[in-house]
């Protein structure tokens, strides 16, 4: 089975801040991908980025990057120069290559930003 | 190009109701799946579908069904609602293949009373 851990339950940065949000996870499958989601209050899930497990280098999205460390299990998103709409839930998530899509999420990091 | 689209964004039923809730994907998707999203449980995965067929499912009871058009429109039915299945249920498309990134719609509230 797959397991995603986001130890940071909440985070207060100042805007303009860059900020890390961490992530872990379990697997036995050599074969993987991971994602990070941004949920507003609306509801919505909006994809913020993609790192497989394969991927020689750290996926980057504009602002955001993720800081992939395979042995250690890690996947952290990190945000640069932290904005006012970054504040959100953020959700780490990761799908097993077996045919199907199936996304396992951990419980979340609420960010907030303060001005 | 348009997004994934929920429908409806809110609903409220009765205990002992059924619902269905309709997904589009993107255009060219072929993969949606479903998620139910409690302040209890987190984000659960309840099946996925891809051209019409279930590929995988996720640990709820008989009540929650669904089913995928052969436009890749997907719908989820939950029969004798109860309280409990009041939740922000969520639809994901993606393109066929695993290692790809997937698009969530704007969710549709279900409240049971």
């Known amino acids: 089975a797959q397991k995603i851990t986001q130890t940071q339950p909440g985070m207060f940065v100042q805007e303009k801040e860059a900020v890390t949000l961490d992530c872990t996870y379990d697997?036995?499958?050599?074969?993987?991908?991971l994602f990070w989601y941004k949920q507003p209050s609306s509801g919505e899930m909006i994809f913020l980025i993609y790192q497989g497990s394969y991927d020689q280098q750290n996926a980057t999205e504009g602002r955001y990057s993720l800081n992939f460390q395979k042995a250690r299990k890690s996947a952290n998103l990190v945000i640069s120069a932290s904005q006012l709409g970054d504040s959100a839930m953020y959700f780490c998530?990761?799908?097993?290559?077996?045919?199907?899509?199936?996304?396992?999420f951990g419980q979340g990091t609420r960010l907030t930003i303060n001005p | 190009k348009a997004g994934v689209t929920q429908t409806p964004r809110y609903l409220i039923k009765t205990r002992g109701q059924q619902v269905t809730l309709s997904c589009s994907p993107i255009?060219?998707?072929?993969?949606v799946s479903w998620y139910q999203q409690t302040p209890g449980q987190g984000l659960q995965f309840l099946f996925e579908?891809?051209?019409?067929?279930?590929?995988n499912k996720g640990n709820f009871p008989g009540r929650f069904s669904g089913r995928q058009f052969s436009n890749s429109r997907s719908e989820m039915n939950v029969s004798t609602l109860e309280l409990g299945d009041s939740a922000l249920y969520l639809c994901?498309?993606?393109?066929?293949?695993?290692?790809?990134?997937?698009?969530f719609g704007q969710g549709t509230r279900l409240t049971v009373v």
């Open positions: 998530a990761i799908t097993i290559i077996q045919g199907a899509q199936k996304l396992v």
């Open positions: 255009s060219g998707h072929r993969s």
């Open positions: 697997t036995s499958d050599p074969s993987y991908g």
């Open positions: 579908y891809f051209s019409e067929t279930q590929r």
């Open positions: 994901a498309s993606s393109l066929q293949t695993s290692y790809t990134e997937a698009f």
